[in-house]
């Protein structure tokens, strides 16, 4: 799963985000989402969400 389809990505989940500042060099965070920021149901570039520790990013990897 590559996160780029809302229903597969519910709070709770553990993903690995790309932040903005990383997006050139593709560096991952891992977190578990607090919610969605993105509201269309599916997004090329990774649906984008926030993690508990406040860091938002869009989804490359569902763990």
């Not at 989402?33 to 926030?50: D, E, F, Q, W």
């Amino acid at each position: 799963m590559d996160g780029t389809v809302r229903s597969e990505i519910k709070p709770g989940t553990k993903v690995a985000v790309v932040q903005k500042h990383h997006q050139k060099t593709g560096e991952l965070t891992e977190g578990i989402v607090k919610n969605l920021l993105t509201g269309a149901p599916v997004h090329h570039r990774g649906i984008k969400v926030r993690l508990t520790d406040g860091t938002i990013g869009r989804v490359k990897q569902i763990l």
